[in-house]
T-cell receptor, first 115, second 113 residues
Framework: DAKTTQPTSMDCAEGRAANLPCNHS???????VYWYRQIHSQGPQYIIH???NNETNEMASLIITEDRKSSTLILPHATLRDTAVYYC????????????????FGKGTLLTVNP | KAGVTQTPRYLIKTRGQQVTLSCSPISGHRSVSWYQQTPGQGLQFLFE???????NKGNFPGRFSGRQFSNSRSEMNVSTLELGDSALYLC????????????FGEGSWLTVV
């Protein structure tokens, strides 16, 4: 999987949009950008993924730059319950053999939503 | 629909004992993976099962084993527990062996004393 770079931590005020950046300059053409988050003491939660077009679901929006070297996860109205470590990873959209069957997290970004 | 369900959520075992953890995948999902997560090592892949067969295996000793049943439910077992086995054990499922979007359960917190 391509390497990603995320800030170690970020703060956001409750009710405001949280914009979490991720750099993935070595992403390959067949690799998707995935976002997961992990709230303290809980299992990782899938948020969203995308290839090159912007994506939106009930949890968040994903903005991928045209060159696909970076992306931003947007939580439109952050709440205290969104305080978590957010992981950005890139991996093939489909199974392509090798070691792609396993998920690897980096250090992620600790997002703290403040009241 | 219900998510991935893991039991028990918390357990404490003594060194040398063995433990069995259970996982029910999302309804309709047939691939189940197990991960170990610790502060020091992060997320580490244990094994993946599909159609009751182990398809992939991580770099863990033979004390770690698993199985999958015909209803896709899975169990993992750790024998001769060591202090270093203390961790959050995560089960994840996806619809089939293909595809890379996996969904995790809440995990089982194992403490070995």
């Amino acid at each position: 999987d391509a390497k990603t770079t995320q800030p170690t931590s970020m703060d956001c005020a409750e009710g405001r949009a949280a914009n979490l950046p991720c750099n993935h300059s070595t992403i390959s053409g067949n690799e998707y950008v995935y976002w997961y988050r992990q709230i303290h003491s809980q299992g990782p939660q899938y948020i969203i993924h995308g290839l090159k077009n912007n994506e939106t679901n009930e949890m968040a929006s994903l903005i991928i730059t045209e060159d696909r070297k970076s992306s931003t996860l947007i939580l439109p109205h952050a709440t205290l319950r969104d305080t978590a470590v957010y992981y950005c990873i890139v991996r093939p959209g489909g199974y392509s053999g090798g070691s792609n069957y396993k998920l690897t997290f980096g250090k992620g970004t600790l997002l703290t939503v403040n009241p | 629909k219900a998510g991935v369900t893991q039991t028990p959520r918390y357990l404490i075992k003594t060194r040398g004992q063995q433990v069995t953890l259970s996982c029910s995948p999302i309804s309709g999902h047939r691939s189940v993976s197990w991960y170990q997560q610790t502060p020091g090592q992060g997320l580490q892949f244990l094994f993946e099962y599909f159609s009751e067969t182990q398809r992939n295996k991580g770099n863990f000793p033979g004390r770690f084993s698993g199985r999958q049943f015909s209803n896709s439910r899975s169990e993992m077992n750790v024998s001769t527990l060591e202090l270093g086995d203390s961790a959050l054990y995560l089960c994840a499922s996806k619809p089939d062996i293909l595809g890379n979007t996996i969904y995790f359960g809440e995990g089982s917190w194992l403490t070995v004393v």
